[in-house]
């Protein structure tokens, strides 16, 4: 397995050129970018853009392992308004195109939310209806990954949806394509589970994975902390991976960052990793 980094690990407002050069200082062999509705890499991002990123990549010598983006959470395909769905589905074209152009075989989606407890004010929506205009969008966007050659990967997030491996296996073969497949996210499972029970089940639909690490007792977004400091059996996880065949990168997630060194953490989490994955 490689090891990754998330854009998102760095403090706000660090460049993509500055997170590269950190990352490959800090041993990592791939970083996880994200598309933003404007910025460096925006829902205009132009072609010539995308090439520098590319060379910026290329430079350094490392590679890009995935794009992800924080806009569903804005825009959900399995929201109330037809305009909002239409959106959602647009940004994950985008993601598509852009994964493409850049090289990257897969993206994290999120498939839209139930409820959303972090997000005050957020809509509510009848878990069958979430369910259905979820399936529909991603059966649809599975025909546009197969095109670009791809793969999307839905991410297990605090979206009170497919909230079990068993309900995320059947949306997924339900999907019945093999360019949709699972982004499983390791710390985000400890809530109300365990990941190593979700990537034995999950299996070959496994397309990526994010470290992070969660600390039950401390509960909600304030349960996340360093790798190796909460109640992920990361021995376990890395055991359960080896098992179904998993070989593709793992990047970790970090949020919250520092106050202070906040560049720190790219280098404690590099250590972590290494620990976990016995290097």
Not at 170 to 194: E, H, K, Q, R
Not at 237 to 251: C, F, I
Request: aromatic share 8%; with cysteine; proline share 3%.
């Amino acid at each position: 397995m490689k090891k990754g980094i998330n854009i998102w690990s760095f403090p706000e407002g660090t460049t993509i050129e500055e997170s590269i050069r950190v990352a490959k200082a800090a041993g990592f062999e791939g970083i996880e970018l994200s598309l933003n509705e404007d910025g460096e890499l925006g829902l205009k991002t132009t072609d010539k853009e995308v090439n520098q990123i590319r060379r910026q990549l290329e430079e350094e010598g490392l590679e890009i392992c995935g794009l992800a983006t924080g806009l569903y959470w804005s825009y959900s395909m399995t929201g109330e308004q037809e305009s909002n769905r239409i959106k959602a589905t647009d940004i994950c074209k985008k993601q598509l195109e852009l994964a493409a152009a850049l090289g990257v075989d897969a993206i994290l989606v999120i498939p839209g939310a139930v409820g959303v407890d972090f997000i005050p004010g957020s809509e509510v929506v009848p878990y069958d209806k979430a369910y259905d205009r979820a399936l529909e969008a991603i059966t649809k966007l599975a025909i546009e990954a197969e095109k670009v050659g791809v793969s999307i990967g839905i991410e297990n997030v605090w979206n009170k949806f497919l909230l079990s491996p068993l309900e995320m296996r059947s949306f997924l073969d339900a999907v019945n394509s093999p360019y949709v497949g699972s982004y499983l996210d390791i710390g985000n499972v400890l809530y109300s589970g365990y990941p190593e029970h979700w990537v034995r089940i999950l299996g070959s639909r496994i397309k990526k994975v994010h470290f992070k690490d969660y600390r039950r007792e401390a509960g909600g977004l304030h349960g996340f902390v360093d790798l190796l400091a909460g109640n992920v059996d990361y021995p376990a996880v890395v055991a359960a991976l080896q098992e179904v065949g998993y070989n593709n990168y793992v990047t970790a997630e970090m949020i919250p960052h520092y106050a202070h060194h906040a560049h720190q953490i790219i280098y404690n989490t590099s250590a972590a990793m290494d620990a976990i994955l016995g290097r």
